[in-house]
Every structure is written in C-alpha cells, then in structure tokens.
C-alpha cells in the first residue's frame, strides 16, 4: 500500500483523527467523513485550539494532550463540546451539548520540534443520552420522582465518609405518614398514591438545593440536609410538619386525616455505617408515632 493509498484509507474513517500538538496546535486531520455527526473540519488544520476554543475549554485539551504525552499510554476521555465553547458563536446554541469520547494517544515522531499526539474523537451523544436516563431512573422513585433506597444507600454513605473524614454535619430525617392505610383501604390505592405525591412536592417545595429527599419505601421517605446541625434540622422538620398540615383539608378522607411524623438524627461518631444513622432515625419516627402521631421527635 502506497502513501497515496493510505492516505486515501485514514480520509475514509468515519470518526474524525486529529494530529494535536502539545501546544495545542491542530496539525493535520483525517476522516471525519459519518455526516450526521460531523462537519468539515479542514478548516482547522493549521490554528490553535485558543483560535477556535473559548480559554478553559482549549485549556482543558491542551492538558489532557500533555497527560497523554506524559504517560506514553492511551488515554479514553469523555467530553462535552456546545456552541458556548466555540469562540465566535452565540451563547445562546441548543441546550444539550454534543459528547464526545476522545482516545489520544502519544505519537512517537516531533512536527516542527513540538511533541503531538493522535486523538480519535467519537460523537457518543445517543449512548450519553440513553445512560443519562438509565441512571436517572435507576435512581429514582416512578411515582414521586424523588430518589429512591439504591441512592439513599449510596449517597448517605459518601456523607458519612465526609463526616468521619472533614467533621461536615449531616442531618438525616425519617417521615412517615399517618393513616395511609385507612385512606388505602377505604378509598383506594390510587388516593394514597395522591397524598405520597403532594407530599413528595412538599418536601420539593421546602427543601434547599443541597439537600435530597428519597422515598424509603411505602409512605416513608427520608430527607438528607448535608452541612446541618441537629438543631437546625429539628426546625425544618418542624416547619415541614406545619405545610404539610396546611393542606390538611386536602388530605382529609371523611374522618381521616392523613398527617406527617418525623424523626431526626445526625451522623455521629459512633456511627459505625450509614444504616446505624437510618436505624436511628427509624426509631425516632416510631417514638413520634407512638407518642400520638403528627409530631417531630429528634435526637
């Protein structure tokens, strides 16, 4: 096979193949030739990546360039690419960035005393789209749209391992409401989905942008209010039990009324796991329930 040939061969490809430089500069480019995820971009050969990118995207590259050079390995890098890193172009482009997967990989050979390397780069978009929503619904309760026990598990371990690492406060509360199963089984399943759902709004509606609420199964859910003290969560807690009897009348079935009891806890020293938190948090809501319901017990 001749040059010719060959290079007739990397012009086919369907994903696009840049010669980087360690400075950032593109050197040559081959393939590139799958139109509906690429356009021509011959134009690049010969500029810099700070010609065409903004500075913190170019910068970005321009690192991952000279990690590669560094380790001699081939590296896979997932990346996002939106009009708003385009130099030139308005901010304002489609919302939803197009993904990349870049393999880069050090190339053994110097172009004008510059270092370069070989990145393939793979528009992933469909795959990073199709694994975002997985995720999300791996993660998330149907009915409430809230996370769900998989998550929980997995987030209140993290802030247990930030609590025994940094001494960082996190508050834990346990909801439960009152009398769902009476609304069960005399109005439906259907009825007690409603109340599970406004409640679930509820917590939305109180709730800072740190904190996260999951349903723990049933009709009980859990709060996680990460950098809070027990005091305050005691008083969120509270407040949370006051909206919620504001829309009592909504949540009234004939003679029953459906209420909220908590309990709260924190994280503590002696907590050995994140189920001895939840463990703790769970009795304290029983103690709420057993002292007459439509309370907020904390410890």
């Known amino acids: 096979m001749?040059?010719?040939?060959?290079?007739?061969?990397?012009?086919?490809?369907?994903d696009p193949v840049f010669i980087l430089s360690t400075s950032g500069k593109y050197v040559a480019l081959f393939?590139?030739?799958?139109?509906?995820?690429?356009?021509d971009g011959t134009s690049l050969v010969g500029q810099n990546l700070y010609d065409v990118l903004k500075?913190?995207?170019?910068?970005?590259?321009?690192?991952?360039?000279?990690?590669?050079?560094?380790?001699?390995?081939?590296?896979v890098e997932e990346y996002e690419l939106s009009d708003k890193d385009i130099l030139g172009l308005p901010d304002e482009g489609p919302e939803d960035p197009i993904w990349f997967e870049?393999?880069?990989?050090?190339?053994?050979?110097?172009?004008?005393?510059?270092?370069?390397?070989?990145?393939?780069?793979?528009?992933?978009?469909?795959r990073y789209q199709l694994e975002k929503k997985l995720r999300y619904w791996g993660d998330t309760d149907q009915l409430t749209e809230l996370y769900n026990r998989r998550?929980?598990?997995q987030d209140l371990a993290a802030h247990l391992a930030s609590f025994n690492r940094y001494d960082i406060s996190t508050s834990v509360l346990m909801l439960d409401l009152d009398n769902l199963k009476s609304v069960n089984d005399i109005e439906g399943h259907h009825k007690g989905d409603e109340i599970i759902v406004a409640l679930a709004d509820i917590l939305r509606e109180q709730m800072r942008e740190a904190d996260a609420a999951y349903?723990?199964?049933g009709d009980e859910f859990v709060i996680?209010?990460?950098?809070?003290?027990?005091?305050?969560?005691?008083?969120?807690?509270?407040?949370?039990?006051?909206?919620?009897?504001?829309?009592?009348?909504s949540l009234t079935i004939g003679d029953i009324a459906v209420t909220v009891s908590i309990g709260v806890t924190a994280i503590s020293a002696d907590d050995d796991s994140h189920e001895t938190t939840l463990r703790r948090a769970d009795k304290l809501l029983y103690d709420a329930k057993n002292k007459g319901k439509n309370k907020v017990v904390g410890f």
């Open 102 to 126: 870049g393999r880069i990989q050090a190339l053994d050979f110097k172009v004008d005393d510059e270092s370069v390397v070989l990145w393939v780069a793979s528009n992933i978009s469909e």
């Open 31 to 39: 393939g590139g030739q799958d139109v509906r995820y690429y356009h």
């Open 151 to 153: 998550r929980l598990e």
């Open 55 to 75: 500075p913190e995207k170019a910068d970005y590259f321009v690192r991952k360039i000279n990690e590669a050079l560094t380790s001699g390995e081939m590296m």
């Open 2 to 14: 001749n040059i010719e040939q060959m290079r007739s061969v990397l012009d086919s490809l369907p």
């Open 224 to 249: 996680v209010l990460p950098n809070t003290e027990i005091k305050q969560a005691i008083t969120f807690a509270e407040r949370l039990n006051s909206q919620f009897a504001a829309h009592a009348e």
């Open 215 to 217: 349903r723990y199964g």
